[in-house]
């Protein structure tokens, strides 16, 4: 389908900021919804934030609403997660997702970024 790689992350004091990257290559990417989730050490995999194939509309789980922003550039195939006033509890590692459909299923996984917020 697609292929998604993730980077930006990284090691951050608890408050500071991060931006990921995910790099799509892919025909149709700008028809593909598009998706953050993230797993933490004994936890299941969370959604964290979406959006739809233009950019109109955005989806964010409530532990990083305010906080993080989902958007999406189709010219350059990537799209990105603005992390502001991080937490230790956000310390994760980060996936990027892909949906041919608004809500999925996500069928296409990038490898992960490993995001570490210390106190």
């Known amino acids: 389908q697609v292929q998604l790689v993730e980077s930006g992350g990284g090691l951050v004091q608890a408050g500071g900021s991060l931006r990921l990257s995910c790099a799509a290559s892919?025909?149709?990417?700008?028809?593909?919804?598009m998706g953050w989730f993230r797993q933490a050490p004994g936890k299941e995999r969370e959604f964290v934030a979406g959006?739809?194939?233009?950019?109109?509309?955005?989806w964010y789980a409530d532990s990083v609403k305010g906080r993080f922003t989902i958007s999406r550039d189709n010219a350059k195939n990537t799209v990105y997660l603005r992390m502001n006033s991080l937490k230790p509890d956000d310390t994760a590692v980060y996936y990027c997702?892909?949906?041919?459909?608004?809500?999925?299923?996500?069928?296409?996984w990038g490898q992960g970024t490993q995001v570490t917020v210390s106190s």
């Open positions: 997702a892909a949906s041919r459909t608004t809500y999925g299923p996500f069928g296409s």
């Open positions: 892919g025909r149709t990417f700008s028809t593909y919804a």
């Open positions: 959006i739809n194939w233009s950019g109109g509309s955005t």
